[in-house]
């Protein structure tokens, strides 16, 4: 690879475009495609633009036969992102072990005393309305929302906006009877078992989670297994 | 405050970011990834280690068991300039060879950074 290359590659990826790396395992020669744009000394033909539109779909590299050469596709897809409602104690290490799992994290709480950078260093705040917040934000298939305030006044409308969107994972902090409470609630407002099926409330993995840390644990966990195997997953 | 602290906890997985800089420093570089895996192997396709002339290593392509295979490979790509496709399958205990005691198969391309 040149360094040239290297360096479109990386503008594209800290600029969250699509992007992929296409290889000749022969000889080494590549093709880069920003945002369907092809660069590089590589011609790609229509069977390998297929093969970088699904791995960039899946997030997954994949080895492709064209033109008797064998290639490697590896996509650069923007980060998967978490959304957190409540900038809680549990926050507090969910953000970073999000961070340290590849996700570009969000952490939205109109109450400023909650959302100190002291206790956020470096994390990306909002203190919008959580419905507002979560509106502008629009969580895709590649966004996991996770609610931990307790309060119906905030956890709700977060809820309502993540229901009507593509969020590959919901997660809602509360016990069973808190959770029973909400899920009655947000049926007034008009959702059904089918919703209800899509958050995971009690929230997080049965590993018998006490303090914030491993509750955070818990929750990573459960938003990995989701992501990996959301077939097996139920939800 | 700065985005330090998370961009810190993060660094390990900027493998490309940190060849860059390395590169950027003059230092010789090669690029390893994995292109293709079978069975269990320890680390997904697209995995990356990238070492320097020196034999510093970032990132990894297994779990340890190709790693200094690995190297030594990118320190001849970083000599002849050549890409190298490498093939790793399970390891034969009696003779000492480099391979995966996990019994999956991997191939690894070699690449020197330009």
Known sequence: ?235 | MSEKPYEAIAEHENILEMAAQWRAEGRQVAIATVVSTWGSSPRPVGSQLVVDGEQSMIGSVSGGCIEGAVVHEAMAAIEDGEPRLLHFGVTDEQAWEVGLACGGEVEVFVEKLD
């Open chain 1, 1 to 235: 690879m040149n360094s040239a290359l290297l360096d479109t590659l990386l503008e594209a990826k800290t600029a969250k475009r699509p992007t992929a790396l296409v290889t000749d395992l022969e000889g080494g020669a590549q093709a880069l495609v920003i945002d369907g744009a092809e660069h590089g000394e590589l011609a790609l033909d229509d069977q390998v633009r297929g093969g970088i539109e699904r791995a960039l779909r899946r997030d997954k590299g994949e080895t492709v036969e064209s033109a008797g050469k064998r290639l490697f596709i590896q996509p650069f897809a923007p980060p998967k992102r978490m959304i957190l409602v409540g900038a809680v104690h549990i926050a507090q290490s969910l953000a970073p072990m999000a961070k340290l799992t590849g996700y570009d994290v969000v952490i939205v709480d109109p109450r400023q005393a909650f959302t100190s950078r002291e206790r956020f260093p470096g994390a990306a705040l909002n203190h919008d309305w959580p419905d507002d917040a979560l509106t502008a934000l629009a969580p895709d298939r590649r966004t996991a929302v996770v609610t931990l305030t307790h309060d119906p006044k905030l956890d709700d409308p977060a809820l309502s906006v993540a229901l009507r969107s593509d969020a590959f994972y919901i997660g809602a902090l509360g016990s069973t009877r808190t959770h029973g409470r909400r899920l009655e609630r947000l049926r007034e407002a008009g959702f059904g078992d089918n919703d209800f099926a899509r958050i995971h409330g009690p929230i997080g993995l049965d590993i018998g989670a006490v303090s914030p840390a491993e509750i955070a644990i818990s929750i990573m966990g459960e938003v990995t297994r989701t992501l990996h195997a959301p077939a097996e997953d139920g939800k």
